[in-house]
Structures are given as structure tokens and as C-alpha cells.
């Protein structure tokens, strides 16, 4: 279904104030693209948000197993789109098959669209869209680690070569669904 709804441009200020009432909501969709074009979204839960140095930015912790991971890698560029109420499902089925082995956006009925400036596109099913540029990553090791995270990585017994990446990626542009933007703001 071709979408009719108008985009309302935000800002990174008003967004945020809304961002941990979004995030304890549902977990988020990340999408990619491949360079041949083909689009990929996994479920994503470990989401932060904040400015340095007058550059809004989100940190996304992807594990480097992720076909995901590849992808930021490889664009440059993700976008992070807000579920709509009704989407568990395919929050679940993103966030549990890898699409290495599926076509996710068909296998959940979703639709890719292109975004308005980075080469990944945004979700036409979900309700807020963030357009994200990587500008660094870092890496989780044992021994850069330490406290809780280093509890969290030696309980749930992940290899080494497994430890999440922080994707660092400036925000660039921000909209919404009108009946969206007009409910939350
Ligand atoms: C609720 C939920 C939240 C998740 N959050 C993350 C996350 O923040 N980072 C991560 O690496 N994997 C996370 N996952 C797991 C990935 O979504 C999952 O491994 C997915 O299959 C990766 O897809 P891909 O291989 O197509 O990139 C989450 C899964 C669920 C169900």
C-alpha cells in the first residue's frame, strides 16, 4: 500500500524528550541496505542518544555476528524507525532471524523506502524515522571492559570475538508521521 501521510520534520530537542517514553515502548527497527540495494532490518533494544560538541548522535551496540554489522559497515549509514502500536510481530521476527538467510522486509510485510538522505532506507510501516551517517565505531574487548559489562559478556558466555561494536553515527535528519508528530508533540 503506496503511503499518502505527510512527513513532519523534528528536531533533535523536541525528539528526545520523547526518546526513553519511545524506547521503553518497543525496541526499535534498524535498516540497512546492501550495495546492491537490497534492504535488511534487525530488532534493535541497545539504543543511546545524546549531543557532543553540537552534533546529535545515537550509539547502537551491534554484535559483529549481525548481518547488520556488515551492512553499517559497508553504507556508511543506518536508519532507526520507531514501531507503530500492532508491529510486535515483526519486532520479533527482526529480531530473530538473521537476513543472511531471509528476506526480512517481505518475511514481516514491511516496506522499504528511500530515505531522504543517507544510502539506507526508512520503514513505511513504522511512525518516526532517523536518518543516521556512521562517524566511528568501538569496539568491545575483554580488556578494554570492565564491572557490569564484563559480568554481562563472561554470564551470557559470549565469545570474544563477539562482543557487541558501538556504531557512533551523527543524526541527520528526523520526521514523522503526521498523526504521529501531531499525538507526541
Ligand atoms: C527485543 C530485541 C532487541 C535486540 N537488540 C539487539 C541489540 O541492541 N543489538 C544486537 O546486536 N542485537 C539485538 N537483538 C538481536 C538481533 O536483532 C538479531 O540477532 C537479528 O537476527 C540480527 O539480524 P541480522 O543478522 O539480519 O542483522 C535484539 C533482538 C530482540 C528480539
Known sequence: ???????????????????????????????????????????????????????????EWIRPSCYSSELIEEAGAFTLNVPREGMGEAVRLCGSVSGRDQDKFAEANLTAMPSKIVPAPVIQECGIHLECRLTGIWEARPESISGSSQAYYEKSGTPPDNYHRCYFAEIVAIYADEDVARRLW
Open 1 to 59: 500500500m503506496e503511503k499518502t501521510m505527510a512527513y513532519v520534520e523534528l528536531c533533535f530537542t523536541d525528539f528526545s524528550q520523547k526518546a526513553h517514553e519511545l524506547l521503553a515502548g518497543s525496541p526499535w527497527l534498524l535498516a540497512t541496505a546492501s550495495r546492491q540495494g537490497k534492504a535488511n532490518v534487525m530488532t534493535v533494544g541497545a539504543t543511546g542518544l545524546g549531543t557532543a560538541a553540537g552534533v546529535h548522535y545515537v550509539v
